[in-house]
């Protein structure tokens, strides 16, 4: 994405009124305008997909950043975080590996962007069946676990006090380009990031979309998933998500009032 950065070239000096003053030239004014965003052709007319949307976030990742000198451990940070979970996205999507290629469990995501302090991934699902939808929840679901068990342990060696969770919320729905179709814009983006910052969970789904009515689809999880009604700011008072069965028990009993049986 480009950025402003005026040079030294970019300036000159003048004199106005019998005082010499430093000035933007103005063809370097003039560039700072929306192609700076990155997004193309923002006339173009809106493509739409039938997505699945995800938002993966670090909690504590703010105040990961106010410690001493976090120019050192921040960018050391974000190159391990993120190049483990992009490796992490394609490992839960390889079902077998052939000598001509790779036999996926749901399609790769066409879209992941960094965010400051996670990523938004979107999957098109527009001719997905049900079961490959599934997988992508239960991949998530896997993914926030191993940066646990596995992503942790390595990187406290390497900087102090890194973010302690990653936090994941899916949603399913229609998500629309924007320019180039280098981004994207959707109530299920809206959804995915305030299911993430749900009390008591670090792992959340929209129940609108989703097929867990059988008894195979309850085995992904373990028997571990169980929808909720639950009051979702600037979204409605009665959505339906689901969360981890263990989270539930786990959880402080003022946050397990907000989650409310169906």
């Given amino acids: 994405m480009p950025t402003f950065i005026p040079t030294d ?7 106005s009124k019998g005082r010499k003053k430093h000035v933007l030239k103005k063809d370097a004014f003039n560039a700072f305008n929306s192609s700076l965003l990155g997004l193309g052709e ?3 007319e809106s493509s739409s997909t039938d997505a699945i949307a995800a938002i993966f976030d670090l909690q504590g990742f703010t105040n990961f950043c106010k410690q001493i000198e976090p120019h050192l451990s921040v960018p050391l940070f974000l190159s391990e975080f993120l190049g483990w979970l992009m490796e992490a996205l394609k490992l839960e999507m390889k079902r077998h590996t052939y000598k001509k290629g790779i036999l996926l469990w749901s399609p790769l995501p066409f879209l992941v962007k960094f965010m400051g302090d996670g990523l938004l991934v979107l999957w098109d699902v527009s001719s997905v069946e049900a079961v490959k939808r599934r997988n992508i929840v239960v991949s998530a679901s896997i993914i926030c676990d191993n940066y646990e068990k596995e992503f942790l342990p390595t990187i406290r060696s390497k900087v102090v006090e890194p973010p302690p969770k990653l936090r994941c919320g899916l949603a399913r729905g229609t998500v629309f380009s924007v320019g180039d179709g280098n981004d994207y814009v959707g109530s299920c983006i809206n959804m995915a ?6 009390p008591g969970v670090t792992f959340a789904f929209n129940r609108r979309g989703f097929e867990f009515e059988n008894v195979s689809a309850d085995g992904f999880f373990g028997g571990d998933i169980i929808i909720k009604q639950v009051s979702i700011r600037g979204i409605g008072e009665n959505e339906l998500v689901g969360i981890l069965k263990s989270e539930f028990k786990s959880m402080k009993a003022y946050d397990r009032k907000r989650y409310r049986k169906v």
């Fill in 42 to 44: 923002l006339k173009k």
């Fill in 9 to 15: 070239s970019d300036f000159d000096t003048i004199g």
């Fill in 193 to 198: 990031a305030r299911l993430q910052k749900m």
